[in-house]
């Protein structure tokens, strides 16, 4: 079955134009992992990060790791003097068509050497040699070497994850936010003044993106409170006007005219999202579907559809499809009303929904909803606006002065902090 996911090379570099292809620099060069050094790259990436144990990437003290995801994952290795000291590694982002910088780490002998600059070349060159549209990465807002160095190769911030790693803090677990650096290499879609008639924190954001003067309006999400216990299943005690899509259930064929308002890049209609749903499974860690159809009721008729997707990493709920039927917008509101009880039952942290640009009226809705304005993040030609939920206490995330971060990241994080 076809997914609809933009064209991006599934096949990495070979070795010989990798080689090619990576830069180096005062005796500092950059090759790909090789198959038969994984476990010994596996021990020095313990040994320079021993903290990662703790955080959600943990899986990477595993061997196994490395050679289940060699189709989506390049690791790209630093050689000084003969040993290992330092990596970059790079994966797919198939939804969007880009290029993600997913992880980096450096050798504490080596710091100071310009490694992290380095990298983002190297991340840079990989991205224009596979044909990606866009690249971008995610690093702590106070961090600020990795930042300087996305900033010096034409990166922009544009978007806060709250909530988006764990690290060992005082010996405390917490939950800290992250930035997205992001680069467009086709097109340069966040460039001059914004685009008139945005939302008006949209239009803020924007202008803070870009380096604009203006007035700051901080995002007004909504608290969502009263959400139910945590069963780690999907609810069943939805609202007389709500149900979920059974397996065989035939939906009218109107539905296929309807045009969603949201989706995600890896849902190109309505109708794919419903077929890809109707042979979702079970995932093995907790036996539940990792997506489901809402389906939302009025006087008999089907008036609304909101189809939902658990991260991999089982932290997060997205919208992956939101569509509703002509004149039956304001059946929106009440279905996303819904989005942080649902995640609240399932144990999941957060809600991700993408609405585009200019759709301030669902932007509205959303906030009214819980979900706060956070980023803006560029696909292709066109732009997204990003909201997020998020369900964690204040007392479980740890969230640096504004002072300790780089003034272009402070400009994106300002009055997002949820």
């Known amino acids: 079955m076809s997914t609809g996911t933009p064209p991006i090379p599934s096949r990495w570099p070979s070795q010989d134009a990798l080689a090619a292809l990576l830069p180096s620099q005062d005796g500092v060069l950059l090759r790909g992992l090789a198959e038969a050094e994984i476990d010994a790259f596996v021990a020095d990436l313990g040994r320079w990060y021993p903290a990662l144990v703790y955080t959600s ?54 710091r100071g050497r310009r490694l992290a600059s380095l990298f983002v070349e190297a991340q840079v060159a990989v991205a224009r040699a596979i044909g990606a549209s866009h690249t971008h990465a995610q690093t702590e807002l106070n961090n600020r070497a990795p930042g300087k160095a996305f900033l010096g190769h034409d990166f922009q911030p544009v978007a806060l994850l709250p909530a988006a790693e764990t690290k060992l803090i005082d010996g405390n677990l917490r939950y800290v936010p992250e930035v997205v650096f992001f680069r467009c290499l086709r097109t340069a879609p966040m460039a001059g003044p914004p685009p008139p008639g945005l939302y008006p924190p949209v239009e803020s954001l924007w202008r803070r993106i870009t380096g604009e003067e203006g007035a700051f309006v901080p995002p007004q999400a909504a608290a969502c409170s009263d959400l139910p216990p945590v069963t780690g299943c999907w609810p069943t005690d939805l609202p007389a006007a709500a149900s979920w899509l059974q397996s065989g259930q035939d939906l009218p064929a109107t539905v296929a005219d309807w045009s969603p308002w949201a989706r995600t890049g890896s849902v190109p209609s309505l109708s794919n999202w419903l077929a890809a749903c109707e042979i979702t499974e079970g995932t093995e860690e907790t036996g539940q579907p990792a997506a489901r159809t809402m389906l939302w009721w009025k006087d008999g008729a089907l008036v609304g559809i909101l189809g939902l997707s658990r991260d991999p990493s089982g932290e997060r709920l997205t919208v992956s499809v939101a569509a509703t039927a002509a004149g039956h917008e304001d059946v929106a509101r009440q279905m996303l009303s819904l989005l942080g009880p649902v995640a609240a039952t399932l144990g999941l942290r957060q809600v991700w929904l993408r609405l585009g640009l200019g759709d301030v009226a669902r932007q509205e809705l959303a906030e009214a909803a819980g979900l706060a304005v956070v980023g803006i993040l560029p696909k292709k030609a066109e732009m997204e606006v990003l909201h997020i939920l998020s369900l964690l206490p204040a007392s479980a995330c740890a969230v640096p002065s504004m002072e300790t971060m780089l003034p272009s990241v402070a400009r994106v994080v300002e009055g997002r902090l949820i």
């Open 57 to 110: 990437e943990a899986q990477m003290l595993n061997a196994s790791f490395f050679r289940q995801h060699r189709a989506t994952l390049l690791v790209i290795v630093a050689w000084a003097e003969g040993v290992r000291c330092g990596v970059t590694m790079l994966e797919l982002d198939v939804e969007q068509g880009g290029l993600l910088g997913r992880f980096c780490a450096v050798d504490p002998t080596y």
